[in-house]
């Protein structure tokens, strides 16, 4: 089949690579003029999610202070993301939040297994580093961590629990005072760099053939018609004037992997995700002291903010901010802004001070989309030949490849691999 794949990010990447070897011919149509310059560019680094790294669950905004929780509530945000807040803490159950994250582990185990082969097959360099160490603050928050170590333990996944103590001697550069709960250390789960990754395997599609990329082209319709389905272009800048006639791609099947981009395309055809957009901060900063530096990737557990090197470079990511999702599109403002970055910055000074400069740090901000039970959606929606694969909230890096291999299954009518419960709550009409 001929298919589209609408976005250049991490999700459509991936996409089109499991699409190709399928044995479709793939088109992505980037607006950037080069791949991973959305969420993409701006993740924290881990590649595959654990119970500790969703964004639901007992410790997800448990508090409601900004400073506790790492989620900066703008004032006067709107009824919908109160609904949307409202909902996802419903999962602060614990029994809610197993249920939950049994149905989306299948997904992590078919996305370790994908991108494993890929590896194998093209031996990528892309500034893997293994070993991650969460850390608790709390004791309030170690006990709310506790159904996370459940499923931990039920799942098998190797970790080891350590004392403060343990953790500083694991990883000279954490600081034990003021003293904390504690840290869950795993060291067979990995951080790397998810622009890289995205950028190597474009560049392998590119030398394979059969992926086509059509960057600085933004789509701005796509139309279903009977047995086929067509993106619209909208005009490059300066070609209105010469033209009114629009760009129109045909094809046998669209794929929406647009990140935040994708909501306004699928309202268009009337289909309205509930997914919310929140906007995240990075910090890139310089080594300031080699040996306060890490060795191992540090995260915040309960504020979710990542600290992974890279090189001679640490990598702070978090900071969310949650508003009405109308305003994401506007300036965040000074103050509101300048509070996200102080959260990462604090963090940093907290776990690991003297690690880095931040004076020095690049900064950057972005969107990515969370859906209110935490799930991505991935699957076919609304006509036979329109699929999505959006809203992988934090770990979209990580997920990437056993979503694309879900979409290029569903897409050629082969059978996925995954338990049918997981497929019912990755679909979009889960929320009807
Ligand atoms: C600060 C931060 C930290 C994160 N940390 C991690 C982490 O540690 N681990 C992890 O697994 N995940 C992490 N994530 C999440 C992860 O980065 C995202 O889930 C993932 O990158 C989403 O990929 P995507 O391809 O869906 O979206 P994007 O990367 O946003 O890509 C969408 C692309 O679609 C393009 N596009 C949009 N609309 C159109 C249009 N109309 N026409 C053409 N092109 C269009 C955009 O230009 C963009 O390039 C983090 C995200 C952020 C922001």
Same mark, same amino acid.
């Given at each position: 089949?001929?298919?589209?794949?609408?976005?250049?990010?991490?999700?459509?990447?991936?996409?089109?690579?499991?699409?190709?070897?399928?044995?479709?011919?793939?088109?992505?149509?980037?607006?950037?003029?080069?791949?991973? @310059?959305?969420?993409?560019?701006?993740?924290?680094?881990?590649?595959?999610?654990?119970?500790?790294?969703?964004?639901?669950?007992?410790?997800?905004?448990?508090?409601?202070?900004?400073?506790?929780?790492?989620?900066?509530?703008?004032?006067?945000?709107?009824?919908?993301?109160?609904?949307?807040?409202? @909902?996802?803490?419903?999962?602060?159950?614990?029994?809610?939040?197993?249920?939950?994250?049994?149905?989306?582990?299948?997904?992590?185990?078919?996305?370790?297994?994908?991108?494993?082969?890929?590896?194998?097959?093209?031996?990528?360099?892309?500034?893997?580093?293994?070993?991650?160490?969460?850390?608790?603050?709390?004791?309030?928050?170690?006990?709310?961590?506790?159904?996370?170590?459940?499923?931990?333990?039920?799942?098998?996944?190797?970790?080891?629990?350590?004392?403060?103590?343990?953790?500083?001697?694991?990883?000279?550069?954490?600081?034990?005072?003021?003293?904390?709960?504690?840290?869950?250390?795993?060291? @067979?789960?990995?951080?790397?760099?998810?622009?890289?990754?995205?950028?190597?395997?474009?560049?392998?599609?590119?030398?394979?053939?059969?992926?086509?990329?059509?960057?600085?082209?933004?789509?701005?319709?796509?139309?279903?018609?009977?047995?086929?389905?067509?993106?619209?272009?909208?005009?490059?800048?300066?070609?209105?004037?010469?033209?009114?006639?629009?760009?129109?791609?045909?094809?046998?099947?669209?794929?929406?992997? *647009?990140?935040?981009?994708?909501?306004?395309?699928?309202?268009?055809?009337?289909?309205? &995700?509930? &997914?919310?957009?929140?906007?995240?901060?990075?910090?890139?900063?310089?080594?300031?002291?080699?040996?306060?530096?890490?060795?191992?990737?540090?995260?915040?557990?309960?504020?979710?903010?990542?600290?992974?090197?890279?090189?001679?470079?640490?990598?702070?990511?978090?900071? *969310?901010?949650?508003?009405?999702?109308?305003?994401?599109?506007?300036?965040?403002?000074?103050?509101?802004?300048?509070?996200?970055? *102080?959260?990462?910055?604090?963090?940093?000074?907290?776990?690991?001070?003297?690690?880095?400069?931040?004076?020095?740090?690049?900064?950057?901000?972005?969107?990515?989309?969370?859906?209110?039970?935490?799930?991505?959606?991935?699957?076919?929606?609304?006509?036979?030949?329109?699929?999505?694969?959006?809203?992988?909230?934090?770990?979209?890096?990580?997920?990437?490849?056993?979503?694309?291999?879900?979409?290029?299954?569903?897409?050629?009518?082969?059978?996925?691999?995954?338990?049918?419960?997981?497929?019912?709550?990755?679909?979009?009409?889960?929320?009807?």
């Amino acid at each position: 089949m001929d298919v589209i794949v609408i976005g250049g990010g991490i999700a459509g990447v991936a996409t089109a690579y499991h699409l190709r070897a399928a044995g479709h011919r793939v088109c992505v149509v980037e607006r950037h003029a080069t791949v991973a @310059q959305g969420a993409t560019y701006g993740h924290g680094g881990t590649v595959l999610p654990t119970p500790l790294d969703v964004w639901f669950g007992p410790t997800f905004m448990a508090s409601r202070q900004n400073a506790k929780n790492g989620v900066v509530n703008r004032i006067g945000f709107n009824g919908a993301a109160r609904q949307f807040v409202k @909902q996802l803490g419903a999962l602060q159950e614990p029994d809610a939040f197993a249920r939950q994250f049994g149905r989306l582990r299948p997904l992590i185990e078919a996305s370790r297994d994908a991108l494993a082969d890929v590896e194998a097959r093209f031996g990528l360099e892309f500034e893997q580093v293994s070993g991650l160490l969460h850390l608790v603050r709390s004791e309030q928050e170690w006990e709310q961590t506790q159904p996370a170590l459940d499923l931990l333990r039920q799942y098998e996944v190797p970790h080891q629990v350590l004392t403060p103590d343990e953790c500083a001697a694991f990883e000279h550069s954490v600081r034990t005072e003021p003293e904390f709960a504690g840290g869950v250390l795993f060291d @067979q789960e990995r951080t790397g760099n998810s622009p890289l990754f995205t950028k190597l395997i474009k560049q392998t599609l590119d030398t394979q053939g059969g992926v086509q990329f059509m960057l600085g082209s933004e789509v701005s319709a796509i139309r279903l018609e009977g047995q086929r389905a067509a993106v619209e272009l909208a005009p490059r800048p300066g070609s209105a004037a010469r033209s009114r006639e629009v760009d129109v791609i045909h094809a046998d099947a669209v794929v929406v992997a *647009a990140g935040h981009g994708s909501l306004a395309l699928l309202e268009r055809l009337g289909l309205r &995700l509930p &997914l919310h957009p929140l906007r995240m901060h990075t910090l890139v900063a310089p080594i300031a002291h080699e040996e306060c530096a890490p060795h191992v990737a540090i995260v915040d557990a309960v504020k979710r903010i990542g600290i992974s090197r890279m090189n001679h470079r640490l990598r702070i990511a978090g900071g *969310a901010v949650l508003q009405g999702a109308g305003q994401i599109d506007k300036p965040l403002g000074e103050a509101v802004t300048k509070e996200a970055f *102080a959260l990462l910055g604090q963090a940093t000074h907290d776990w690991i001070p003297g690690a880095a400069r931040i004076s020095a740090a690049m900064p950057w901000e972005g969107v990515k989309l969370l859906s209110p039970d935490g799930l991505p959606v991935i699957g076919n929606a609304l006509h036979p030949r329109l699929f999505v694969n959006v809203g992988h909230g934090p770990a979209g890096w990580g997920l990437a490849y056993g979503a694309g291999k879900l979409v290029a299954d569903l897409l050629s009518g082969q059978s996925p691999n995954l338990p049918d419960d997981t497929l019912a709550a990755l679909r979009a009409d889960r929320f009807q």
